[in-house]
């Protein structure tokens, strides 16, 4: 089952803050989070368990909520190489394959 | 080292042709991963080795056949593609595939076209 993110699209200045959702119509074992500029690969953010917890380094930090079975992505003071296409990837309690949303192209202008 | 490499980085084969792309980790990683990307779409995974034996086959045809002849190297065979086969081919690794706890590592990708 896809996870659906919103928003689609996100334009911001360089230091304004922005949040990425990610949610599922299915139990949730972990949300992974990956960051894919233009013509790269994917790189990996942060993976986030169930458990409710919150995780963050630098000024990207994360939540996964559980029992609402979504996760948000937190991008504060934004940089511009914030830029991409923002992924999560979701995988239910009995699976260990990921799913990945339809992704959120962010771009951070000076 | 935190590097999965990808040969070669753009390939362009006829119809009929029968060509291999290569992923290599050193990453000690027992899970390898097979996804193919579509212009502005999430990767979609193909396939899943765990510690070397395919464990997750997405229902891809077969004129895509993945072989992981060691630990460290995953191939994927390709034959008779067709042009909607054209996309990006990433490949990932984890340290195991349990419960998705892991973070995976990706590829830069193969571009491959179909022609």
């Known amino acids: 089952q896809q996870p659906v993110q919103s928003p689609q699209a996100v334009i911001l200045r360089e230091g304004e803050d922005a949040v990425i959702n990610c949610s599922s119509s299915?139990?949730?074992?972990?949300v992974h989070w990956y960051r894919q500029k233009h013509g790269e690969a994917p790189i990996f953010l942060m993976i986030?368990?169930?458990?409710?917890e919150q995780k963050g380094h630098d000024k990207i930090s994360a939540s996964f909520n559980e029992k609402k079975q979504q996760s948000s992505l937190y991008l504060t003071a934004s940089q511009l190489s914030y830029s991409g296409t923002y992924f999560c990837?979701?995988?239910?309690?009995?699976?260990?394959?990921?799913?990945f949303g339809e992704g959120t192209q962010l771009t951070v202008n000076p | 080292d935190t590097e999965v490499t990808q040969t070669p980085k753009h390939l362009v084969m006829g119809m009929t042709n029968k060509k291999s792309l290569k992923c290599e980790q050193h990453?000690?990683?027992?899970?390898m991963y097979w996804y193919k990307q579509k212009a502005k779409k999430p990767p979609e995974l193909m396939f899943v080795?765990?510690?070397?034996?395919?464990?997750i086959n997405e229902s891809v045809p077969s004129r895509f056949s993945p072989e992981c002849p060691n630990s460290s190297l995953l191939n994927l065979h390709l034959h008779a593609l067709q042009p909607e086969d054209s996309a990006l081919y990433l490949c990932?690794?984890?340290?195991?595939?349990?419960?998705?706890?892991?973070?995976?590592?990706f590829g830069p990708g193969t571009r491959l076209t179909v022609t």
């Open positions: 990932a690794s984890s340290l195991t595939r349990t419960g998705s706890s892991y973070e995976q590592y």
């Open positions: 299915k139990a949730l074992y972990s």
């Open positions: 986030l368990l169930k458990g409710g």
């Open positions: 990837g979701t995988s239910a309690p009995s699976g260990s394959r990921l799913t």
């Open positions: 990453m000690g990683h027992r899970a």
């Open positions: 080795y765990s510690y070397e034996k395919l464990s």
